[in-house]
């Protein structure tokens, strides 16, 4: 990449980074170009010559948020080294610093009013998280974590469960002492049920 292509790269990624950041205090629709043009320090021009549009520019971020997501996930789960325990407790807690840029709520509405974002999260479902999920459900079986008697597709319903609810449990952890007591307690409760380990 030469020199001007990398400058625009660095002029795009601030633009995109500046729109995330406001889309943690602000509803899509509520930002105006004016306010980007603010956060990222950089003109209306470059922004319509790099993105078109508002829309497509919000769009692209969330895009590049999302692969983001996916990439820290793919890495942390194909290592060798982490037991089926360690890696649950990644994919459920991992969304903690994310939920830190934008609410499960928002990104939803977000993703569900614009058709393409939509496509894009299924078919990142379908080629990335799906397949992970089954490597993942494949190691719990052969470490004898998961019953063998579960179909895979409990185990991912099941997972989703305490993944859907990752806001609420950011904000419940608050309520401990520490996050590792609050893993640890939540880990038990996900392995183990209300009765615990015995």
């Known amino acids: 990449m030469n020199g001007f292509k990398k400058r ?8 995109k980074d500046a ?10 629709r509520a930002i105006r170009i004016a306010d980007i043009v603010e956060q990222a320090n950089v003109s209306q021009v470059t922004i319509y010559n790099h993105f078109g549009s508002k829309d497509n520019l919000i769009r692209e971020a969330l895009q ?11 890495q942390y789960l194909q290592d060798d080294t982490k037991s089926f325990q360690d890696k649950v407790a990644f994919t459920i807690f991992n969304k903690k610093a994310y939920l830190q840029k934008l609410s499960i709520s928002k990104l939803e509405k977000l993703i569900w009013q614009d058709s393409e974002m939509k496509t894009f999260v299924e078919k990142i479902y379908q080629d990335h998280s799906l397949p992970l999920m089954m490597d993942l459900i494949e190691q719990g079986r052969k470490e004898g974590a998961i019953h063998y008697s579960f179909p895979s597709s409990l185990i991912i319903f099941y997972l989703n469960i305490f993944m859907e609810k990752a806001e609420d449990l950011t904000a419940y952890a608050q309520t401990y002492d520490n996050e590792e007591a609050f893993i640890e307690d939540m880990m038990q409760l996900f392995f ?5 380990k015995r």
């Open 192 to 196: 183990y049920g209300i009765a615990g």
């Open 8 to 15: 625009t790269e660095k002029i795009k990624q601030r633009i």
């Open 19 to 28: 729109t995330l950041e406001l889309l943690t205090t602000m509803e899509p």
């Open 64 to 74: 590049d948020w999302y692969m983001e997501i996916v990439q820290e996930t793919r």
